[in-house]
């Protein structure tokens, strides 16, 4: 991020307003908690997963806490599994990063939804092995409807038999920034590259999604892999015109 917006970020981490959702996130992180007797991180890597990784571990003291991480095959993002593997030793945590088979073959490229499938496979493994009650999620009401749709008065929900709970839910992209800036945190530098591209580090399509993937084309992956990671995009662009053919 260029000096202006950094400056820009310093100024919010100031504000009541910050931190006042940064209190109630570290409430709700000390309730699930309390509430759960072995909760997981799930972590992506991303500014938002960073965020309550760092919040989770070092802002609460639960530096103990499982997490996971896939890394979503051939679509992964150049560098992503490096910088959380990075970030977990820096900042706490037990690590189970994991993969899959349809990950790192052509089904990623050429068909709709076999990362997710990949994604929540690995983890109900280690679910059923080491007994996880709660997964935390870096998700936020800001990001989309469906996301803000998702809980009601309380960022914790069990209706789906597994409990998720969203302690950063009312954070504003504009938070994360300041937070991350706040506590000179280490972030993945598509970040950078992406914030260039759209002239804005708060632009709603900066976010960390998997290359040239028809799943995430709503936030641009496609356009995006293309003008930051050519190489790799254009394999995979090879794996689907084979197919075409």
Not at 190 to 210: C, F, K, P, W
Request: aromatic fraction near 12%; charged fraction near 30%; glycine fraction near 8%.
């Amino acid at each position: 991020m260029n000096d202006l917006e950094r400056r820009k970020f310093e100024l919010h981490a100031d504000g009541d307003g910050y931190h006042n959702r940064i209190v109630d996130a570290k409430d709700w992180i000390h309730r699930v908690f309390d509430t759960f007797e072995n909760p997981c991180l799930n972590y992506s890597g991303g500014k938002d997963s960073l965020v309550l990784l760092h919040l989770v571990t070092q802002g609460c003291g639960y530096d103990d806490v499982d997490i996971y991480h896939f890394d979503n095959g051939l679509l992964r993002v150049p560098g992503s599994d490096d910088f959380v593997e990075k970030s977990v030793v820096e900042h706490g945590g037990n690590l189970y990063a994991r993969t899959s088979e349809k990950a790192n073959n052509e089904e990623m490229v050429l068909e709709e939804g076999h990362g997710y499938n990949g994604f929540w496979g690995e983890y109900w493994d280690l679910v059923s092995e080491h007994g996880w009650d709660v997964r935390l999620l870096g998700i936020r009401a800001a990001e989309s409807n469906s996301r803000r749709d998702r809980f009601d008065d309380t960022p914790i929900n069990r209706d789906d038999g597994h409990a998720t709970a969203a302690p950063i839910h009312q954070l504003t992209t504009r938070d994360v920034w300041a937070y991350i800036v706040d506590h000179d945190l280490d972030y993945h530098d598509i970040y950078d590259e992406q914030g260039a591209l759209y002239g804005d580090m708060e632009h709603r399509s900066n976010r960390l999604v998997t290359l040239y993937d028809a799943e995430f084309d709503s936030l641009g992956a496609r356009e995006i892999s293309q003008f930051l990671y050519p190489s790799e995009t254009n394999e995979l662009k090879a794996i689907e015109q084979t197919d075409w053919e």
